[in-house]
């Protein structure tokens, strides 16, 4: 089935202008078009359409796998009075005793937070077999890194990071090339207020053609 994806305003993520009232063709898997949605819409009438608020961006990269899925507990939301809800790292995290199975349910939620913020990728390697099923599970690639990033591990890609730094692959100029249909949207009017107010603006997040986070 053929879906468009259309927002005020699509952001390319290279050095192409962002276009105003830009759109996604996506057909299964896979970007069959990207550019004005009047155009798209035109060229394809039957195809179903999304309309978004904000910018539609390529998907982001968050740097600290690692750090955000196997060195941190994502607490489950019926244990928020014990252990509340933002994730758990040091001795606090040493006290609980996780085994196997808490840290693939962990990883888990921890994914589920990161699609939220628009990530489709993170970098460094993960070697616990839990984690690594659940993130190949939701779609997220892993990507090498070289060095340890900046900062403290944050969920949000942004978070001393410009949109272009953060950005995976910017989309292709015509979409026919194959690539996967992976892109957020944010409820942002431009980039940079989108530098400003975070990813955690994020509406929706789709991973192949998938959209495995929407925001209610």
């Known amino acids: 089935m053929l879906t468009i994806h259309a927002a005020d305003l699509l952001v390319p993520g290279d050095r192409r202008p962002a276009l105003p009232d830009g759109a996604v063709l996506v057909n299964g898997r896979k970007l069959a078009a990207v550019g004005p949605y009047e155009e798209l819409a035109a060229a394809h009438p039957t195809a179903r359409t999304r309309r978004w608020p904000g910018v539609l961006t390529p998907g982001l990269l968050n740097p600290y796998g690692p750090e955000l899925l196997e060195q941190a507990y994502h607490p489950d939301p019926r244990e928020a009075g014990e252990l509340g809800t933002e994730p758990l790292t040091g001795e606090a995290l040493a ?23 628009g990530v489709v990728a993170v970098a460094g390697d993960l070697r616990r077999p839990a984690v690594v099923d659940a993130v190949h599970r939701a779609g997220l690639s892993v990507e090498q890194r070289f060095g340890e990033p900046a900062g403290p591990a944050a969920l949000d890609p942004l978070a001393g990071r410009s949109p272009a730094e953060a950005i995976l692959l910017p989309l292709p100029p015509d979409g026919a090339d194959g ?5 957020a949207v944010f409820d942002v009017p431009d980039a940079a ?24």
């Open 179 to 183: 690539t996967a249909a992976t892109f």
């Open 95 to 117: 006290r609980l005793g996780m085994t196997e199975a808490r840290w693939g349910a962990s990883a888990r939620r921890g994914v589920q937070r990161l699609l939220a913020h």
């Open 193 to 216: 207020a989108l530098a400003e107010r975070g990813a955690g603006t994020c509406v929706a997040t789709v991973v192949a053609g998938r959209l495995v986070h929407r925001r209610r």
